[in-house]
């Protein structure tokens, strides 16, 4: 290697570096000022050492209603993938091999609903919730984010690239659609499951606007809205930047935990494929 290629090198590694400081250090300043008392976290608000260190801010959200929030994300995000991952998996191989009339105008409607922005369908969400008698209610919550088009597409390219052959083969053996959907064509998709599962779970732990407009009841807040009410004074007077840092530090921490986890299965599937091809 020559000495001008090892000081490019250097330097692509130097900007590298760089860029990933950039992304950690507010995750550190996060976690840092979770375990600082609130006249040091007002005095160093990005000081990088504690004086000193406490989980008295961990405590106060104990004694809020962050527990139950904590719960239903949970309950609503773990509903909403599982959702996702079946009726995304039908409506995508349905789209991607079954041939009934419609289907590209099916198609073509599905990508006209991914080109609008969300805040723009909140309304109309907001009239279907009051209309079905389901506004404020657990149903709110997780029904209309059940099924969505980006996953629905992201599942249909997939199937489009698994051989029909496979599936002839499991229908010669005497299976049907749907055994052969389940049998055969989804264990070869699991990469596209992994990406929706990673996908799915951390947009309906992080969605806010939905929950805006299907409750409010402050026993059904999720996270999300929960801990906007924190930023905007629903903790009392002061800034309380410990307690506001300790409820983003643990908001952060599944959906990192989900990422971590999956992407390892992601990456074998991946690296399996590519070796079959």
Wanted: glycine share 8%; charged share 15%; with cysteine.
């Amino acid at each position: 290697m020559t000495g001008r290629n090892r000081l490019s090198r250097a330097a692509g590694y130097a900007v590298l570096v760089l860029l990933a400081l950039l992304y950690v250090i507010p995750f550190v300043v996060q976690l840092v000022t979770s375990v600082k008392t609130q006249s040091d976290a007002a005095n160093n608000p990005v000081g990088l050492v504690p004086h000193p260190v406490t989980t008295a801010a961990f405590a106060t959200l104990a004694d809020t209603r962050f527990p139950r929030w904590f719960v239903n994300s949970l309950w609503v995000a773990v509903t909403v993938t599982a959702a996702r991952v079946v009726f995304c998996s039908l409506a995508g191989y349905a789209l991607a091999r079954l041939e009934f009339r419609g289907r590209r105008a099916l198609f073509s409607a599905l990508l006209a609903v991914m080109s609008v922005p969300g805040v723009v369908l909140l309304l109309p969400k907001f009239l279907a919730l009051k209309y079905y008698g389901i506004y404020n209610s657990p149903a709110a919550l997780v029904v209309p984010l059940m099924c969505d088009a980006a996953g629905v597409f992201i599942m249909k390219q997939f199937f489009e690239s698994i051989p029909r052959s496979v599936e002839e083969a499991a229908r010669i053996d005497g299976a049907g659609p749907i055994r052969t959907l389940w049998s055969v064509v989804l264990p070869m998709a699991k990469p596209a499951l992994v990406t929706l599962t990673i996908l799915s779970f951390q947009g309906s732990w992080n969605e806010l606007g939905h929950f805006i407009i299907a409750s409010n009841r402050e026993d059904l807040y999720t996270l999300t809205r929960g801990v906007a009410g924190f930023t905007s004074g629903g903790l009392g007077s002061g800034t309380q930047f410990p307690v506001k840092m300790a409820a983003a530090l643990i908001m952060t921490l599944p959906t990192a935990a989900v990422f971590v986890v999956f992407q390892r299965f992601f990456t074998r599937g991946a690296n399996a494929g590519a070796d079959k091809g």
